[in-house]
């Protein structure tokens, strides 16, 4: 087989365990996943009605346009119908970006420890990839500015950044794309932004009006609840929008998905009552880390890394163990800390439980992260 070597160079995505295989596993009841940062609440109430009383027919393509799902999503953030471009889940969208401007001869700029699939698909797209490493959990601004030349093609922001929950505020966001070389795209991935609280993370919907190299990326697999639906999209100027589009499958995103992104965008309520359990959530993990000594990074998403002084490894397999799944911080770079995800006050009670049992049968922990 002639296959191309960058696929050969790479290795498949690994979900997790399931929970059905996690109990047969361990012999355990129940199962507490706080691993990919899905909502713990799950969704709207009116979605789910929505799902039990769905009529439409199996048998006909979905709406190539989203028409539709185009119009809701276009009203409630405020943009032209043209500015967007619709995805099977963020995944795709950034797909789309990788095939449609990067390749042999080009380079890509990313932080170090951040979404895995910026660097996978620019690895399939034979680019060179530029890696800054983080300060303090967060994007080095500057140090990826003196990495961007006249090959870099892509710059790939992370807000809040997954894994750490660092985000970029407006002023240093600003300063940035405003020394980005307007030939360069910048793709601002925002699919935590509904849970960020800080006074200055950036609304950034009319952004694309004046940059006309940015591309904002959202989701409803996050707060919204429908990870398993599928639908991303993408905020850009309309030339971005029509020269990113025929990289786009014809329909990429299924009828139940866009009806039902529409009923969910309705619920603004039910996003707001989960945003507040997620602070409730956070400082409840902030409390119990300054408590144990444990150091950890303050989090703008629905999720919190916390730093340990062992192998990541050992405390994920000890947790898991125990019917508690979080993340190893090891695909990341960060060989010694869990990304756990905010779950409800159940499980987060549940979790704290299980780590503060693995600490007292461990040494003390470090309060550094370095």
């Known amino acids: 087989m002639k296959w191309n070597e960058a696929v050969l160079s790479l290795k498949s995505y690994q979900p997790g365990k399931s929970t059905d295989e996690v109990k047969k596993l361990y012999g355990l009841e129940k199962i507490t996943k706080l691993a990919s940062n899905e909502n713990p609440f799950g969704c709207s109430e009116k979605v789910k009605e929505s799902v039990r009383n769905s009529t ?30 619709f ?17 042999s001869g080009k380079n890509t700029v990313m932080a ?36 961007i030349d006249e090959k870099t093609a892509v710059v790939w922001l992370c807000t809040p950044n997954n894994p750490t ?17 307007e030939d360069v795209l910048i793709v601002l991935d925002e699919a935590y932004c509904e849970y960020a609280t800080a006074e200055d993370y950036p609304r950034t919907n009319q952004w694309i009006n004046k940059y006309k190299n940015l591309i904002i990326l959202r989701t409803f697999s ?17 030339d971005i929008i029509q020269k990113l589009d025929p990289s786009r499958e014809p329909f990429n995103v299924n009828t139940f998905a ?9 619920d603004q309520a039910f996003i707001e009552k989960c945003k507040e359990e997620n602070q409730k959530g956070l400082k409840r993990y902030y409390e119990f880390c300054n408590k144990e000594n444990l150091a950890y990074y303050p989090s703008q998403g629905n999720f919190i890394f ?14 898991l163990e125990r019917g508690y799944i979080a993340r190893s911080g090891k695909s990341f770079g960060f060989p010694n800390s869990l990304r756990v995800t905010i779950g409800s006050t159940e499980e987060n009670e549940g979790m704290i439980n299980a780590i503060k049992t693995f600490l007292n049968e461990a040494e003390a922990p470090s309060d550094s992260l370095l």
Request: hydrophobic share 40%; proline share 2%; charged share 20%.
């Open 222 to 238: 996050k707060i919204y609840g429908l990870a398993s639906f599928r639908v991303g999209y993408g905020l850009a100027d309309e």
């Open 165 to 181: 929950g660092k985000y970029i505020s407006e002023q240093d966001l600003v300063s940035f794309i405003e020394k980005v070389p």
């Open 56 to 85: 439409h027919s199996f048998a006909i393509y979905p709406d190539g346009y989203a028409t539709m799902l185009r119009e809701a999503v276009a009203k409630h953030t405020g943009v032209k119908e043209t500015q967007l471009i």
């Open 87 to 103: 995805g099977n889940g963020s995944d795709e969208n950034i797909q789309i970006i990788s095939r449609s401007l990067l390749g």
């Open 112 to 147: 170090t420890g951040t979404f895995s699939q910026y660097r996978h698909n620019a690895t399939l797209e034979g680019a060179e990839i530029r890696e800054v490493p983080h300060i303090d959990g967060a994007h080095d601004l500057e140090g990826m500015l003196k990495v």
């Open 258 to 266: 866009q009806n039902i992104a529409i009923v969910a965008l309705e």
């Open 306 to 319: 916390i730093h340990f002084k062992q192998d990541a490894d050992v405390v994920f397999q000890y947790l």
